[in-house]
């Protein structure tokens, strides 16, 4: 091996450069191995078609942690988040509804006015619950049979659960075992209301609203902050990327060793322990802690060898579900959609706003089925949001652009087909779905780019195309995400840690995975960690 470091992060995604910068901080020679042009991950600011850039596979931000944020600096690098001035706005066939922006429920009296008489109720709740997810998420799950550490952390984390009401207790059950639909059928009376909420338990979720447990990816998205307002979502001035280019600016600063087009082959293991990498050149580089950022289906299936697996650990990372059913595009406009329920192409604030083309819960379970019986959904639901309606230096002056991410689409294509024979085809799909409500979109259209769930996968390392690292289903969240035994970040193998969205708390731009890692890897070389872990 030709060089030592004390830790190697495979992967320079968020997560990985939130790891490395906690790592180096307390003082460890950290290097970040990075196999694209570019660190970020799925967070990254590209030039699509000249003159035009976007974030160019995760492009909104809510759940970065604020501690992430202050330890790193960010906001002295340059970080800065525009709230949405609505957040989001759904076009449906003869009406429309916008939420946030103080309208909620005033927009909800127009539907039903038992609905917006029930909205705070419902607010209050989910707010109960996401706080004590916004607790628990920089704190690492209790481990199964981890010793007298994981009882501390159950103890910990158990009380923080038993305190609250018996009411929130009721809410969290519903929550994580119902199906959206069913958890608002317990609030709600109008379609259209519902829709407005049940839209974000399809995000990056491969499952229709009436599938049990798709409540909690709900949930999952209101847990987020920005600028301090609890559950709010906004734009990254100068896209996603920004926010990763800052934190390799922080791991610079701390020391971290940075590079790129540098792809991992291989996790060197001597004796039991982690002992190194190989490089896809062959290079060996050698330390005792090795943090992946990547997906656990990536790291067990492609990077450790098989022998270095117990049976049952390989044989449920073999079975480790993944595959968000996501199809991601950027598209450069001429100008701004003219809606057909809300006209008009000059910048309004439902154009700031994520715009929900997702006309009812029965859309939303068909596009589910159409895609588990074909491949794709015939009429998908797509989010459209349009940055350059608040950062203006992502476009040519009077040009703009669209993010467009759209659900559902098988991870692999049934009859053996491949994406690669069908990505044009649902492009224009998806192009005429958002036309049908904006008549203009598609003659706007300058040029698009593609990233269907192989593209996804090729690109950015998302097996599956799962923009999550691993479904958020039931069974792999928490101390179970990735596998029970293994959820505090700790790999099977000494040495190995997770520190990516495949470990709690899951996807997102949060940060947490990284942090918890870093936090793990450093209590374990503390000599109160060593003595911990022997008891």
Not at 4 to 30: P, Q
Not at 35 to 49: D, N, P, Q
Not at 218 to 228: K, R, S
Not at 288 to 311: H, K
């Amino acid at each position: 091996m030709t060089k030592k470091y004390d830790a190697l992060v495979i992967g320079g995604g968020h997560n990985g450069l939130v790891c490395a910068f906690y790592l180096a901080r307390a003082g460890l020679k950290v290097r970040v191995l990075e196999r694209r042009h570019v660190v970020g991950g799925a967070a990254v600011t590209e030039e699509f078609h000249p003159g035009f850039r976007n974030s160019t596979a995760s492009y909104t931000v809510s759940l970065l942690r604020p501690k992430v944020i202050a330890d790193m600096k960010l906001h002295d690098r340059g970080f800065r988040i525009i709230e949405r001035t609505i957040s989001n706005f759904f076009p449906f066939e003869n009406d429309y509804l916008k939420l946030g922006g103080g309208q909620t429920q005033a927009e909800f009296a127009r539907f039903s006015k038992k609905d917006a008489d029930s909205f705070p109720a419902y607010e209050a709740a989910l707010e109960r619950v996401a706080q004590v997810m916004r607790d628990l998420a920089l704190k690492a799950p209790p481990n199964v049979g981890g010793g007298l550490p994981s009882l501390l952390a159950a103890a910990s984390q158990g009380k923080r659960l038993a305190g609250m009401s018996i009411e929130a207790q009721r809410d969290v059950l519903d929550l994580f075992v119902k199906s959206a639909r069913d958890f608002l059928d317990g609030w709600y009376e109008n379609d259209c209301v519902k829709t407005a909420f049940a839209f974000d338990a399809v995000v990056g979720n491969y499952a229709g609203v009436s599938t049990p447990g798709s409540a909690y990816v709900l949930l999952h998205h209101v847990f987020g902050e920005v600028n301090g307002k609890y559950g709010a979502w906004g734009h990254s001035v100068g896209g996603m990327g920004a926010i990763t280019q800052a934190m390799a600016a922080a791991c610079i600063d701390a020391g971290v060793e940075i590079s790129l087009d540098t792809p991992v082959a291989k996790v060197l293991v001597d004796g039991g322990r982690a002992a190194g990498v190989r490089l896809e050149s062959g290079e060996e580089l050698a330390a005792g802690i090795l943090a992946a950022n990547v997906g656990p289906a990536m790291l067990y299936r492609q990077m450790v060898d098989p022998s270095d697996l117990d049976g049952d650990f390989r044989r449920r990372m073999d079975g480790f579900k993944t595959g968000s059913g996501t199809f991601r595009m950027n598209v450069a406009l001429s100008e701004l959609p003219d809606f057909s329920v809300l006209r008009g192409k000059d910048k309004a604030e439902h154009h700031t706003a994520g715009i929900i083309i997702a006309p009812g819960m029965d859309y939303m379970d068909q596009a589910f089925d159409d895609a588990r019986a074909f491949g794709w959904s015939k009429k998908p639901i797509v989010e459209m949001k349009l940055p350059t309606t608040v950062d203006d230096s992502l476009a040519p002056p009077g040009m703009h652009i669209a993010s467009l991410f759209c659900q559902q689409f098988a991870p692999e294509l049934p009859g053996g087909r491949s994406w690669d024979d069908h990505r044009e085809e649902v492009a224009d799909l998806i192009v005429d779905t958002v036309n049908d409500h904006a008549p203009n979109f598609k003659a706007s259209v300058i040029a698009r780019q593609i990233h269907s769930p192989l593209d996804l996968e090729r690109k950015f390392g998302l097996i599956g195309g799962d923009i999550f690292h691993g479904r958020m289903s039931l069974d792999q969240l928490w101390a179970a995400r990735p596998v029970l035994g293994h959820g505090d970040y700790r790999a099977p193998i000494k040495g190995l840690y997770m520190c990516g969205s495949g470990t709690h708390p899951g996807g997102g731009v949060t940060g947490a995975p990284g942090h918890n890692a870093a936090h793990a890897i450093l209590a374990d070389r503390s000599l109160i960690g060593r003595w911990l872990r022997r008891a």
